[in-house]
């Protein structure tokens, strides 16, 4: 049954001025989930507005840590308690399987409470050490301080997760928020929304606004009162979201990007892991994740035997209703998306790569409707073919065979983007080593995708700036001032000196 949401402004929810909504709907089968208010240009301000007026009074910043960590926990309290409703949510509107969609809500939880906990860190303040050879007789102190207003732009993979990932450090922080929910996949934030509503923070300190990124997307970043956007998406759009921030007030930005990460075997690796581990990497969410492992490194030596069992094993996974729990792969998450899949596998094709898996459509009653990809794996690929420079965000597998590990380490760095990778070895030591040299923001070795709230995310190059989660991605929604206390017994000496030679002049 479809369900309308609204929009929540200044501690009220409101069906919006618009009268056009916009529909989401479920990738698995192309029914209706429900629909959400297309907000005004007129909202944004008022969402901005808003924040804005709950950020200058210090109804929220004013609050020791210990108080936003104790609403924290609130917001943490009432999203476990509605888990199964955004677990449903997050099925029907972005085509996640339940273990995704349980794993995404128990992340944003557990992202939501480490905050709390890690407001109780002396976080605030650090003291300076003395600088005793340049005689400075003073004590010396940096604070961090609240940013101010911030706007959070979320992507359709992982809503509820990616968002809090944001929401929740800025809450931390003193900030007060403005966050724009994905058009494709918008509900489980506007049930997150409700539960930060029974979570009691003063009004204006949370804002959500639902509508087309072009129009409140852009808006949120081009807004003068907004200080701080944080925007997980496309490298395309990302550059468009930092110009339109320099533009109007040289905002703070944080930008989680596009990815082509390298996901690399070397010789002694154990290969049961590995395969499972290679297939989990490229297919987990349908490939419609930005650190996917779309690239498998392969010595050369090994390289027909891995084809050869990565196709077996993945002909066994079980592909079809996301909210199966037996269900491995689900849809992706639209028309648009599978015709571009579709577009770089002939591409892939016509370059002189070897399809090996996939590549057809699905049949059967399942896939009359919804959008659907095949896990499709190419052998042969050359690093200068597209499918292996170009973000598919698809369950498509490119395979490259290498002949020695400082080619493999080469192979994995020669792409503009560089935000996951991993490392299949025996020897833990080899391949700390290989890690070490991979210019990307994260390496996993021998497992894949796994995040935890305490350790940071983010790309180098061109996946993005900034870092999420961890104690950076707190500190990233702070300002750094420094306090110098004099303690000299000379100041008006020091002053006299120079008033006197300025008089001299």
Known sequence: MSKDYDLYINGQFSKGENEARLTVINPSDESVVGSVPSATLAETDAAVAAARLAFDSGVWSGLSPAQRAEALLRIAAEVKADQETLVDLLIKESGSTVGKANGEVNLAIKTLTYYAKLLQSPYEEA??????????????FIRREAIGVCAAIVPWNFPLSLGVWKI???????????????????????????????AGLPKGV????????????????????????????STEVGKRVMSLAAQSNLKITTLELGGKSA?????DADLD??????????????????????????????????????????????????????????????????????AYISGAIKEGARLVLGGEPLSGKTFEKGFWVRPTIFAD??????????????????????????EAIRIANDSIYGLGGGVWSK??????????????????????????????????????????????GLLAYTQTK????????????????????????
């Open 381 to 406: 690929v050359k690093n200068e073919m597209t499918i292996a420079r170009e973000e598919i965000f698809g369950p498509v597998l490119s395979v490259i065979a290498y002949d020695s590990e400082e």
């Open 168 to 198: 929740a450090p800025a809450l931390a922080a003193g900030n007060t928020i403005v966050v724009k929910p994905p058009s494709e996949a918008p509900l489980a934030l506007l049930a997150f929304a409700k539960a930060v509503h029974r």
């Open 127 to 140: 003291a300076i050490a003395a600088d005793e050879e340049a005689a400075l007789y003073s004590h010396n």
């Open 427 to 472: 020897d833990y030591r080899r391949a700390v080593e290989v890690a070490k040299q991979l210019r990307t923001g994260t390496v996993w070795i021998n497992s894949y995708h796994l995040l935890s709230p305490i350790a940071p995310f983010g790309g180098y190059k061109q996946s993005g700036i900034g870092r999420e989660l961890g104690l950076q």
């Open 482 to 505: 420094h306090i110098h206390l004099d303690l000299a017994n000379d100041r008006g000496a020091r002053y006299q000196r120079f008033l006197g030679q300025a008089t001299k002049k």
């Open 206 to 233: 949370f804002n959500m606004l639902t509508g087309s990124g072009k129009v409140i997307g852009e808006a949120l970043a081009a807004h003068p009162l907004v200080d701080k956007v944080a925007f997980t998406g």
């Open 263 to 267: 996901n690399i075997l070397l010789e």
């Open 273 to 342: 892991e590995a395969i499972d581990g290679a297939l989990f990497a490229f297919l987990y969410h349908s490939g419609q994740v930005c650190e996917s492992g779309t690239r498998l490194l392969v010595p050369r030596s090994k390289y027909e035997e891995v084809i050869k069992r990565l196709v077996e094993r993945a002909e066994k996974l079980k592909i079809g209703d996301p909210g199966d729990p037996e269900t491995s792969i689900g849809p992706v998450i639209s028309k648009r998306q599978q015709e571009k899949i579709a």
